[in-house]
């Protein structure tokens, strides 16, 4: 078996964020689903930028949040997304770069630009997420390189790729590429309407190669199409390995086997932004993972990461995660 070098590698949407506060009249206005990420083309997006004050740009993606998150712990990452060679991609391959992350997918030299998500937080925190994939259509399997697959624990895959045809052939040949090199997959379903989407092509991925499967409490209740999350839990423990699912304020829930972990919510003094909770809980439970941790600790510690990033603007931590976890005594 090939040696490691990577806990995790990410593959994912390569977006960069743009960061705007509005009202939930203006959501309204727009005719949004507050808390919804939906897709959009180029002319939308303008649109909804145009109409909205001040705004920041910070780089993004789910999957690319959660490396980072990783690398932040004290872990090794690498990941896998498409960006064009313009301003916002040169943003991307700094951040992600200067991050710790292994990042050598090469840009796109022509067509649509790269991805961004503008993300409009309301004055409770929550975020609804309208964005323009752009250059992530472009990714596709011959971006995907095996070798690299098979040197990461853990190959670790956002639901969002599921949606642009060639970059699901390349989500489909990475986690091939880890089973075969006995390596571990990981699912994060991203989004409830993103459950809706895709539900049957999900379970069928989920029960054939996932080990490891992150969602939060509509997404998994989507999923099973149940209105119960116990009977949403009693489910999934049937198709996979580990679930880890998360309940905001409530906590999360690691299902192993037999075996249900409880774990509460780590404490936040204000609630500024939930852009990226659940990306940082993943970065989390997947560092204490591939680090031997227990699922119990793992999530701790996924949920001390969201913690984190929800206290301020960002879907990236500001502080170095592996300093906090030592802090809190959740890391030796």
Do not use: K
């Given at each position: 078996m090939t040696d490691t070098r990577f806990d995790v590698l990410g593959i994912g949407n390569a977006i960069v964020d743009v960061l705007t506060h509005v009202d939930d009249g203006f959501l309204k206005d727009k005719g949004l689903n507050k808390g919804a990420m939906q897709l959009i083309d180029e002319p939308t997006a303008n649109e909804l930028y145009d109409s909205v004050g001040p705004a920041i740009e910070i780089s993004g993606g789910s999957a690319a949040n959660t490396i980072a998150g990783i690398t932040s712990f004290g872990g090794t990452g690498a990941y896998i997304g498409k960006v064009r060679n313009d301003q916002l991609g040169n943003v991307f391959n700094h951040d992600i770069r200067s991050a710790g992350v292994d990042f050598t997918t090469s840009p796109a030299q022509d067509g649509p630009a790269t991805a961004r998500c503008l993300v409009l937080i309301t004055p409770d925190g929550e975020r609804t997420m309208n964005t323009f994939l752009g250059a992530c259509v472009g990714l596709s399997p011959d971006d995907v390189d095996t070798a690299q697959v098979a040197a990461a624990k853990v190959t670790y895959l956002e639901g969002y790729l599921w949606d642009p045809p060639r970059a699901k052939e390349a989500f489909v040949k990475a986690a091939g590429a880890a089973k075969k090199a006995g390596r571990m997959v990981s699912l994060s379903l991203s989004d409830a309407f993103c459950v809706d989407r895709h539900r049957e092509s999900f379970l069928e991925l989920i029960r054939r190669d996932v080990d490891i499967l992150f969602a939060n409490e509509s997404e998994i209740k989507s999923l099973y199409q149940v209105s119960g999350?116990?009977?949403?839990?009693?489910?999934?423990?049937?198709?996979?390995?580990?679930?880890?699912?998360?309940?905001?304020?409530?906590?999360?829930?690691?299902?192993?086997?037999?075996?249900?972990?409880?774990?509460?919510?780590?404490?936040?003094?204000?609630?500024?932004?939930?852009?990226?909770?659940?990306?940082?809980?993943?970065?989390?439970?997947?560092?204490?993972?591939?680090?031997?941790?227990?699922?119990?600790?793992?999530?701790?510690?996924?949920?001390?990461?969201?913690?984190?990033?929800?206290?301020?603007?960002?879907?990236?931590?500001?502080?170095?995660?592996?300093?906090l976890a030592r802090e809190k005594g959740l890391i030796a």
């Open positions: 999350f116990d009977d949403a839990l009693q489910a999934v423990r049937r198709d996979c390995e580990f679930a880890a699912l998360t309940r905001s304020e409530h906590g999360s829930v690691v299902v192993e086997a037999q075996d249900v972990h409880v774990v509460e919510a780590h404490p936040i003094d204000r609630l500024a932004d939930a852009t990226g909770a659940g990306d940082l809980y993943a970065a989390g439970f997947l560092y204490g993972f591939t680090n031997g941790g227990s699922p119990a600790n793992c999530a701790r510690l996924g949920s001390l990461a969201a913690a984190e990033v929800i206290s301020h603007v960002g879907a990236r931590p500001e502080v170095s995660l592996n300093a």
